[in-house]
């Protein structure tokens, strides 16, 4: 089983502020995809990064693959209430129509106002 | 918009009983994903079908069992529930996973 750690855990921080969370692995993934989380729903994918070194903006948000394919990270530049929620990360392992997605624990980022 | 729909969002079950999880997806996704999900411990993925009648067994097998008789309905099943499999089940398909809203299970 590949193995993904996510740091922080917990993050609560006030509006305006910057935050980075990470997701590291010893595994090489294909791919590597980042989810949010709110309460009662399922996660909702956010993006999904594939070649080693490649980063992509989704608003204030900033995804970033590591060059080996190893690890990656999110960058939230001035936090709003609203990015509230449990973000997760994904790493997509195993070829063709037979993968598999492993995630990792999750950190749970509280914005205060 | 994909949909992912699960038939219950709250079940409370005794132990012992046979528990089905019912999951349909509406866009003819191939592949589809059982995950349960508890506090510190995150997702972690149950079973997987890539294919009608296809399964395989994900990184916490042991309980339960799945059923994917056509392809936008994957079922999970608890053969003989326990308390321990009290938790937040997940279904997804597709590549970039589609989540449905979860089952709350309790066992009792």
């Known amino acids: 089983t590949q193995l993904l750690e996510q740091s922080p855990q917990f993050l609560s921080i006030q509006e305006g502020e910057n935050l980075t969370v990470y997701c590291n692995s010893s595994?090489?993934?294909?791919?590597l995809q980042w989810y949010r989380q709110e309460p009662g729903e399922g996660p909702v994918l956010l993006v999904t990064?594939?070649?080693g070194g490649e980063v992509k903006k989704l608003k204030r948000l900033t995804f970033q693959f590591g060059d080996a394919r190893k690890d990656s990270s999110l960058h939230i530049t001035a936090a709003q209430p609203g990015d509230t929620g449990l973000y997760l990360c994904?790493?997509?392992w195993g070829g063709g129509s037979n993968y598999k997605l492993t995630f990792g624990k999750g950190t749970l980022l509280t914005v205060n106002p | 918009d994909v949909k992912v729909t699960q038939s219950s969002r709250y079940l409370v079950k005794r132990t012992g009983e046979k528990v089905f999880l019912e999951c349909v997806q509406d866009?003819?996704?191939?592949?589809m994903f059982w995950y349960r999900q508890d506090p510190g411990l995150g997702l972690r993925l149950i079973y997987f079908?890539?294919?009608?009648?296809?399964?395989e067994k994900g990184d916490i097998p042991e309980g339960y069992s799945v059923s994917r008789e056509k392809k936008e309905r994957f079922s999970l099943i608890l053969e003989s529930a326990s308390t321990n499999q009290t938790s937040m089940y997940l279904c997804?398909?597709?590549?970039?996973?589609?989540f449905g809203n979860g089952t709350r299970l309790t066992v009792t």
């Open positions: 079908s890539y294919d009608v009648k296809m399964k």
């Open positions: 595994s090489v993934f294909s791919s």
């Open positions: 866009m003819d996704h191939e592949n």
């Open positions: 997804a398909s597709g590549s970039a996973l589609h």
């Open positions: 994904a790493g997509r």
């Open positions: 990064v594939v070649t």
